[in-house]
């Protein structure tokens, strides 16, 4: 008995490997530059010695091909980091939402121009807090929108809606703390906790509450991708992390990818660790609460099974292979190893840079970002001097992970670790995705 647990854990372990070894090849056969690749070995190595962070994965592909994908440092305590680890890439989880949503959009069961209230009526009659000037009565005003809230202000962040989280990025901004305090009075939460709640339960609370803004007339970071979730349940008629799953991760062969870890692989998801990027590097708790703003996050409901809250925006468990195949899929306008996911039509209408208007995608990025369907996207190169090409697009999540895309070269690299708070990664994701870019060899 023993004997056949061997065997069969090591033709296991064979088949999870089998998958990105296929896929891997000399970085000169792919126009990259094995010396030039392993300036990236040298400044993940400096950042884990400085206790920056625990542990990372990093994956440079180009044309179809992995050419770079190296795990370094640990995943928890006595763990190391492994290229099949499995991150909470929490932010990353919007793009995945953003094409299940085109996927219904190509079924011809929605049109993005669709008001949102055509599915969930909880956003008919929505209104807008105007914020009333000094010695007013009162602190601000209701107005009657001008447009509902469509399906594409959803997947552009154009809606009105804003997330908790990131009101501190507006202390100054008029109306921002009554929006603040509508949001807790309702019970809204990010989406990053586990609620025993359904998905739609506070989408409907949202739905009743006042917008920040016009719908169309602002961009700003928010929970629209938590009410698409819940919109793909409605149009669907499947649970959302099903639908997905059907829709995405299985003709994908993303085969580590959920929305609630399975219990027998638990032992690979990777802990969350704390720095304050100069030599202080702790372990989140198991039951610690992480505070940022007004969010409080919990990493380990990535495993209680008990949750019924189903994230958009940020609920989606994976590894570096697998959300490399979903960027090559997109990258190669929709279609991956023989299957279609969308058409090449749509995925161009995802990385148009006009949805969002006048207004930068600039939470992440400074000017010369827009924001198309589910992700930034490089408009210029007058604003982002560093690196890139005009077309690129990308996007992170909180625990310090990101993807970038890169058509004209065909060129996809995928950063993952577990560290928190965030923003200390910036500069890093910077410099990598300069390494990545001067590899270039052809």
């Not at 007004?294 to 609920?315: F, H, R």
């Amino acid at each position: 008995m023993k004997r056949f647990a061997v065997i069969f854990m090591i033709g296991f372990v064979s088949l999870c490997a089998e998958g990105w070894e296929e896929k891997q090849v000399a970085p000169e056969s792919v126009g990259l530059s094995t010396q030039r690749l392993e300036n990236i070995d040298n400044i993940i190595d400096r950042h884990i010695e400085e206790k920056k962070m625990a542990g990372a994965v990093v994956l440079v592909a180009r044309h179809g091909k992995i050419a770079y994908f190296k795990a370094t440092g640990k995943a928890d305590e006595g763990k190391p980091m492994e290229r099949d680890t499995i991150m909470r890439v929490m932010s990353m989880s919007k793009p995945i939402t953003s094409v299940a949503t085109m996927i219904l959009y190509e079924q011809g069961k929605l049109l993005l121009s669709d008001p949102v209230s055509k599915y969930i009526p909880e956003f008919k009659n929505q209104k807008v807090l105007v914020p009333q000037p000094k010695g007013s009565p009162y602190p601000y005003k209701l107005v009657p929108v001008q447009r509902e809230v469509t399906v594409r202000d959803l997947l552009a962040h154009t809606s009105g809606i804003m997330y908790l989280s990131y009101a501190g990025l507006y202390p100054n901004q008029p109306g921002r703390k009554d929006m603040l305090n509508l949001y807790k009075e309702a019970q809204i939460n990010d989406g990053y906790c586990r609620s025993d709640e359904e998905i739609g339960d506070m989408v409907k609370r949202l739905g009743r509450l006042p917008l920040t803004a016009q719908p169309g007339e602002l961009w700003e970071y928010g929970l629209n991708s938590d009410v698409l979730g819940y919109l793909i349940e409605v149009v669907s008629g499947m649970k959302f992390d099903r639908f997905v799953y059907e829709n995405v991760f299985k003709p994908l062969k993303m085969d580590d990818s959920y929305f609630i870890i399975p219990k027998e692989k638990v032992r690979r998801l990777a802990a969350v660790y704390k720095s304050d990027w100069k030599g202080s590097l702790e372990r989140v708790g198991e039951h610690e609460m992480l505070l940022s703003n007004e969010l409080a996050m919990c990493p380990y409901d990535a495993y209680e099974t008990s949750g019924k809250y189903l994230s958009g925006g940020g609920g989606v468990l994976t590894t570096a292979y697998d959300y490399f195949r979903f960027s090559q899929m997109l990258l190669n306008k929709g279609e991956l190893d023989g299957v279609r996911l969308l058409s090449r039509k749509t995925v161009e209408l995802m990385t148009a840079t006009n949805h969002s208007g006048q207004y930068y995608a600039d939470y992440l990025h400074d000017k010369g970002w827009k924001f198309g369907l589910g992700f930034a996207i490089q408009q210029d190169r007058e604003h982002n001097v560093d690196a890139g090409d005009v077309g690129v697009f990308e996007w992170a999540g909180l625990y310090s992970t990101r993807f970038s895309v890169d058509p004209k070269e065909e060129k996809i690299t995928i950063f993952l670790s577990q560290t928190t708070p965030f923003g200390h990664h910036f500069d890093l994701w910077d410099k990598l995705e300069v390494l990545s870019a001067s590899a270039i060899s052809d």
